[in-house]
């Protein structure tokens, strides 16, 4: 099983980024979560098995996570980027249990590597 994100990069405060996330299977349960150094996971965006979306605080309104239609790759969209956004940013998956993707996104048991994001 893989994630493999890309996209990252350094980028001027204000600016935007799109983050991609290959599969190597379809995962009904799938988001981001980032991890600066020194920090706790921190959950981003989610796109569950019954196709709702969420955002946590420190995205919303500023962020879209969105996928091909087969969940094969996942995108997700930051824009007005501040440098407190900078930190690891990693695509993850889960199977659902009972039908519901219950586990906080930092939970989801698939992970990828991480895609590094410098926002200065």
């Known amino acids: 099983v893989q994630l493999v994100e890309s996209g990252g990069g350094s980028v001027r405060a204000g600016g935007s980024l799109t983050l991609y996330c290959a599969a190597s299977?379809?995962?009904?349960?799938m988001g981001w979560f980032r991890q600066a150094p020194g920090n706790r996971r921190e959950g981003l965006a989610r796109?569950?098995?019954?196709?709702?979306?969420g955002y946590e605080d420190s995205v919303k309104g500023r962020a879209s996570i969105s996928d091909d239609g087969a969940k094969s790759t996942l995108y997700l969209r930051i824009d007005n980027l501040k440098p407190e956004d900078t930190a690891m940013y990693y695509c993850?998956?889960?199977?659902?249990?009972?039908?519901?993707?219950?586990?906080?996104?930092?939970?989801?048991?698939?992970r990828g590597q991480g895609t590094q994001v410098t926002v200065s």
């Open positions: 993850v998956a889960d199977l659902p249990f009972n039908g519901y993707c219950g586990r906080p996104v930092v939970d989801f048991y698939y």
């Open positions: 299977r379809f995962f009904p349960c």
């Open positions: 796109v569950d098995s019954d196709g709702t979306i």
